[in-house]
Protein backbone atom coordinates (compact mmCIF):
# COMPACT_ATOMS: atom_id res chain seq x y z
CA UNK A 1 0.00 0.00 0.00
CA UNK A 2 1.79 3.21 -1.32
CA UNK A 3 1.54 5.91 2.05
CA UNK A 4 2.18 9.71 1.08
CA UNK A 5 2.47 12.43 3.69
CA UNK A 6 3.20 15.73 3.01
CA UNK A 7 5.42 18.19 5.15
CA UNK A 8 6.25 22.04 5.11
CA UNK A 9 5.74 24.88 6.92
CA UNK A 10 2.30 26.16 7.80
CA UNK A 11 2.39 29.74 7.52
CA UNK A 12 3.95 31.79 4.74
CA UNK A 13 4.88 35.54 4.03
CA UNK A 14 3.63 36.97 0.84
CA UNK A 15 6.14 36.60 -1.83
CA UNK A 16 8.28 34.45 -0.30
CA UNK A 17 8.07 30.90 -1.78
CA UNK A 18 6.51 28.29 0.05
CA UNK A 19 8.19 24.48 -0.18
CA UNK A 20 6.55 21.30 0.71
CA UNK A 21 8.16 17.71 0.57
CA UNK A 22 5.85 14.49 -0.05
CA UNK A 23 7.50 11.76 1.48
CA UNK A 24 6.65 8.34 -0.22
CA UNK A 25 6.73 4.84 1.57
CA UNK A 26 5.14 1.52 0.16
CA UNK A 27 6.20 2.53 -3.41
CA UNK A 28 8.74 4.00 -5.46
CA UNK A 29 8.67 6.98 -6.90
CA UNK A 30 10.71 5.54 -10.25
CA UNK A 31 7.90 2.81 -10.65
CA UNK A 32 6.96 2.89 -14.44
CA UNK A 33 3.87 4.68 -14.83
CA UNK A 34 3.58 6.17 -11.41
CA UNK A 35 3.01 9.73 -11.93
CA UNK A 36 3.54 11.96 -8.92
CA UNK A 37 0.86 15.35 -8.57
CA UNK A 38 0.42 17.72 -6.14
CA UNK A 39 -2.83 19.31 -5.87
CA UNK A 40 -4.67 22.01 -3.58
CA UNK A 41 -7.63 23.07 -2.66
CA UNK A 42 -8.37 26.76 -1.16
CA UNK A 43 -10.79 27.03 1.46
CA UNK A 44 -14.33 27.14 0.52
CA UNK A 45 -13.68 25.95 -3.49
CA UNK A 46 -12.52 22.74 -5.59
CA UNK A 47 -9.83 21.33 -5.84
CA UNK A 48 -6.85 22.75 -8.17
CA UNK A 49 -4.45 20.30 -9.85
CA UNK A 50 -0.98 22.34 -9.74
CA UNK A 51 1.36 20.20 -11.43
CA UNK A 52 3.26 16.51 -12.03
CA UNK A 53 6.23 14.79 -11.70
CA UNK A 54 6.46 11.42 -13.67
CA UNK A 55 8.24 8.14 -12.81
CA UNK A 56 11.04 9.27 -15.28
CA UNK A 57 10.94 12.64 -13.81
CA UNK A 58 9.72 14.81 -16.55
CA UNK A 59 7.06 17.74 -15.24
CA UNK A 60 4.08 19.14 -15.87
CA UNK A 61 2.28 22.23 -14.54
CA UNK A 62 -0.64 23.66 -15.03
CA UNK A 63 -0.83 26.45 -17.16
CA UNK A 64 -2.04 28.76 -14.86
CA UNK A 65 0.90 28.54 -12.07
CA UNK A 66 3.45 27.00 -14.79
CA UNK A 67 5.47 30.35 -14.22
CA UNK A 68 5.51 30.34 -10.44
CA UNK A 69 5.87 26.17 -9.80
CA UNK A 70 8.79 23.65 -9.71
CA UNK A 71 8.36 19.60 -9.37
CA UNK A 72 11.14 17.87 -8.22
CA UNK A 73 12.16 14.52 -6.69
CA UNK A 74 15.12 12.81 -4.63
CA UNK A 75 15.15 9.47 -5.81
CA UNK A 76 17.55 8.40 -2.85
CA UNK A 77 15.19 9.68 -0.13
CA UNK A 78 11.70 8.49 -2.24
CA UNK A 79 10.31 12.05 -1.95
CA UNK A 80 9.25 14.81 -4.35
CA UNK A 81 8.98 18.52 -3.45
CA UNK A 82 6.61 21.49 -4.54
CA UNK A 83 8.08 24.90 -4.94
CA UNK A 84 5.57 27.94 -5.46
CA UNK A 85 6.90 31.41 -5.73
CA UNK A 86 6.05 34.88 -5.28
CA UNK A 87 2.98 33.37 -3.35
CA UNK A 88 0.09 35.63 -2.41
CA UNK A 89 -3.19 34.93 0.45
CA UNK A 90 -5.16 33.23 -2.66
CA UNK A 91 -2.10 30.54 -2.76
CA UNK A 92 -4.03 30.00 0.50
CA UNK A 93 -4.49 26.35 0.86
CA UNK A 94 -5.01 22.58 1.67
CA UNK A 95 -1.99 21.14 -0.43
CA UNK A 96 -1.98 17.26 -1.12
CA UNK A 97 0.62 14.65 -2.57
CA UNK A 98 -1.08 12.64 -4.47
CA UNK A 99 -0.42 9.16 -7.19
CA UNK A 100 -1.70 8.11 -10.20
CA UNK A 101 -1.12 5.29 -12.44
CA UNK A 102 -1.14 5.47 -16.22
CA UNK A 103 0.09 2.50 -18.05
CA UNK A 104 0.22 3.59 -21.83
CA UNK A 105 -2.24 2.76 -24.21
CA UNK A 106 -4.67 2.81 -21.48
CA UNK A 107 -7.47 5.29 -19.54
CA UNK A 108 -6.51 8.24 -17.01
CA UNK A 109 -7.83 6.89 -14.00
CA UNK A 110 -8.73 8.97 -10.70
CA UNK A 111 -5.84 9.37 -7.93
CA UNK A 112 -5.74 6.37 -6.07
CA UNK A 113 -3.60 7.58 -3.33
CA UNK A 114 -3.23 11.21 -1.59
CA UNK A 115 -1.55 11.93 1.81
CA UNK A 116 -3.64 13.90 4.19
CA UNK A 117 -3.05 17.09 3.01
CA UNK A 118 -1.23 20.13 4.74
CA UNK A 119 -2.72 23.56 5.30
CA UNK A 120 -0.60 26.26 4.36
CA UNK A 121 -1.94 29.86 4.94
CA UNK A 122 0.03 32.62 3.25
CA UNK A 123 -0.08 35.92 5.56
CA UNK A 124 2.18 38.53 7.04
Known amino acids: QVQLQESGPGLVKPSQTLSLTCTVS??????????WNWIRQPPGKGLEWIGRIGYSGTTHYSPSLKSRTSISRDTSKNQFTLQLSSVTPEDTAVYYCALRTTVPGTRPVDFGSWGQGTQVTVSS
Open 26 to 35: GGSITTNYYY
